[in-house]
C-alpha cells in the first residue's frame, strides 16, 4: 500500500519552468516504479513518463522528450517531474503514479496507485 501526493503545479507563461513532486507514504517506496500521467479536459489520461524502482530506468512520451526529466529520491520517498520549455498544450492535470513491480508500464491501467493530482497550466 502506498499513498501519493502531487505538489508543484501551477500557472506559468510558456517557455517557462515548472517541477512536480510526488511525495509517496510507505516503507517500499524504493520498490516502486513510478510514473507521471496528464489529463487534458476532455481527453483520455496520457502517459508523460517512467523511471523503474531497478536500475532507475527512464522512459518519456515522445511529446516531452528534451524537455522533461523524470527522477526519483528513495531516501525522502520522493519523484519529480522536471518541466521545461513548457507549452500550452502541456496544460493537464498531472498524476503520479505507482506499480509493485520493476517492469516500466506506459498504460494507465498498470498502475494501482494514484495520487489526486496536480493543476499545470500554461498561458501562451
Known amino acids: 500500500q502506498v499513498d501519493l501526493v502531487e505538489s508543484g503545479g501551477g500557472l506559468v507563461q510558456a517557455g517557462e519552468s515548472l517541477r512536480l513532486s510526488c511525495a509517496a507514504s510507505?516503507?517500499?517506496?524504493?520498490?516502486?516504479?513510478m510514473g507521471w500521467f496528464r489529463q487534458a479536459p476532455g481527453k483520455e489520461r496520457d502517459f508523460v513518463a517512467v523511471?523503474?524502482?531497478?536500475?532507475?530506468?527512464?522512459s518519456y512520451a515522445d511529446s516531452v522528450k528534451g524537455r522533461f526529466a523524470i527522477s526519483r529520491d528513495n531516501a525522502k520517498n520522493t519523484v519529480y517531474l522536471q518541466m521545461n520549455n513548457l507549452k500550452p498544450e502541456d496544460t493537464a492535470v498531472y498524476y503520479c503514479?505507482?506499480?509493485?513491480?520493476?517492469?516500466?508500464?506506459?498504460?494507465?491501467?498498470?498502475?494501482?496507485?494514484w495520487g489526486q493530482g496536480t493543476q499545470v497550466t500554461v498561458s501562451s
Open positions: 503514479a505507482a506499480r509493485d513491480l520493476a517492469t516500466s508500464s506506459p498504460h494507465p491501467s498498470g498502475y494501482g496507485y
Open positions: 510507505g516503507r517500499t517506496f524504493s520498490r516502486y516504479t
Open positions: 523511471i523503474s524502482w531497478v536500475g532507475g530506468i527512464t
